[in-house]
């Protein structure tokens, strides 16, 4: 694998953000590529972030980035293969076999963030990305630079009722297997994206192309990819670092637009994911926060505000 540049080039995020693209061997549509985002602290520092976006998303989350740096972190982020800044004309957007694809580009992404200085590592990811870094961390328990992972509203279950998670699921699964391009609907809460873009019902400015309001089918190699990466959630993955798991106080199912939307996480079940993250293995914690959103970090002002400050306590604490 190559970088196709030593060299960073600006970013759509302005000023103080930068990229680089990571070229990787062709695969089952034709070449891949990942893009590595950077925002450096105005100290320099010993200490890095990097963050794996969720499903359907990409990373323009400025104000995490600016809160990392302002605590002493230099800030990387991934948009995966086929997300956002990596998606190629001739790609399915968010098309995926095997979670084990990306870890090609952590693995880079890592290395790079090693050779730039940094001895310490802090892995985090909101909802697929979650569910992503948390088995990277499980798959890696001596890697020399991850330290810590934070997993924002982990995608460790599908939000779907027993009768389907015991029949359904298993079955759509294994026809993902072998028919992976069948669509089938996503089941997605329509509301989740308007209440977070400034054009809807939201504060955040982001590209409806990239990060799209609607999202009605998904994949079946999707469907497959996630169930056999959750298998090994629900066995209890063993974590070797202190695993920080956050998520909402609640879940709901608006079917109208109402406040719901924006003190509620609309797409995943937070007992599932309070279930599974008991069963990992490790120095685990849990903090609920109240009227998060599922991306936690786009909730409301005084909302956010409670997660950095319990983020950066806990890492305080673990001396991170």
């Not at 779907?160 to 298993?170: I, S």
């Not at 054009?199 to 469907?223: A, M, P, R």
Request: net charge neutral.
């Amino acid at each position: 694998m190559t970088v196709s540049s030593p060299i960073y080039q600006p970013d759509v995020l302005g000023t103080g953000y930068e990229q680089m693209t990571l070229n990787f061997p062709d695969d089952y549509e034709g070449k891949v590529t990942a893009t590595l985002i950077r925002k450096k602290a105005v100290q320099k520092t010993h200490k890095a972030v990097l963050y794996i976006h969720g499903f359907i998303d990409y990373f323009f989350q400025t104000e995490m980035a600016e809160q990392f740096n302002q605590h002493g972190y230099d800030f990387y982020a991934l948009d995966l293969r086929k997300y956002g800044r990596s998606h190629l004309p001739h790609q399915k957007f968010y098309n995926v076999r095997k979670i084990s694809e990306y870890d090609a580009e952590i693995n880079k992404a890592l290395e790079i963030i090693g050779n730039e200085e940094h001895d310490s590592v802090l892995l985090a990811g909101h909802s697929t990305g979650g569910l992503i870094t948390t088995l990277y961390v499980a798959h890696h328990p001596e890697h020399p630079l991850i330290k810590a992972l934070w997993a924002n509203s982990p995608f460790y279950d599908f939000n779907m009722p027993l009768w389907k998670k015991k029949l359904a699921l298993p079955r759509l699964s294994a026809l993902g297997k072998h028919c992976p391009n069948i669509k089938f609907p996503s089941e997605l809460n329509k509301f989740y994206v308007p209440s977070l873009h400034k054009d809807f019902h939201g504060e955040w400015n982001f590209n409806l192309d990239w990060k799209q309001n609607t999202y009605t089918w998904v994949y079946l190699s999707f469907v497959h990819a996630i169930f056999e990466a959750q298998k090994e959630i629900h066995q209890g993955a063993s974590v070797s670092v202190p695993t920080l798991v956050m998520h909402s106080h609640q879940t709901t199912y608006p079917k109208k637009w109402n406040n719901d939307a924006q003190t509620s996480d609309v797409i995943l079940n937070i007992k599932d994911i309070k279930k599974y993250t008991n069963k990992l293995q490790g120095d685990v914690s849990v903090i609920t926060i109240k009227n998060g959103l599922h991306d936690l970090v786009l909730s409301a002002p005084t909302v956010r505000q409670e997660v950095y400050r319990q983020l950066f306590e806990w890492l305080e604490q673990k001396n991170i």
